[in-house]
């Protein structure tokens, strides 16, 4: 699993290519530095996957039943819009039209890396989002960060 940090400014060019910066690919596994799986993220971002981390996302994903139908949505959903793309030799992807329509994307893009996630904004969104932090920020720590340490615990 990655272990992922920093938020670059980056752009798209006119044929959709966005390259990915050298800070970031150095965090990468060396065996998923060139395969890549875009897909639909949440909020209105796209979701990048390092190949490795694909397979352990995917693994849970299909791990879900085929006889539940909120199951079978969700797999539907999830992978509506997967794409595996490669890093080409200038260390770019190819971001499809239906992606960057899905984002919003125009010249002007954030790759936000942060856990196991990378995601790529357009920077109008990226700025709205991180810019509107929750009124009970402190008291969402609170609740989330105790959970997570109650987790940790039982492991």
Not at 112 to 130: L, P
């Amino acid at each position: 699993m990655g272990n992922f940090l920093g938020t670059y400014e980056v752009k798209m060019d006119t044929k959709g290519r966005v390259r990915l910066p050298s800070a970031l690919l150095r965090q990468i596994a060396e065996s998923s530095r060139r395969e890549f799986v875009l897909n639909r993220g949440f909020e209105g971002c796209i979701s990048l996957f390092p190949i490795e981390e694909w397979k352990n996302v995917s693994e849970v994903v299909n791990s879900l039943s085929p006889f539940r139908k909120e199951d079978r949505e969700f797999q539907r959903y999830f992978y509506r819009a997967a794409t595996q793309v490669e890093l080409d030799s200038n260390d770019r992807l190819l971001i499809g039209k239906s992606l960057q329509d899905f984002a919003e994307l125009k010249d002007d893009i954030v790759i936000h890396a942060y856990a196991n996630s990378i995601d790529i904004w357009s920077a109008i969104k990226y700025n709205e989002m991180i810019n509107k932090e929750p009124e009970d920020f402190s008291d969402m720590a609170d609740r989330v960060m105790t959970a997570a340490l109650d987790k940790l615990k039982k492991n």
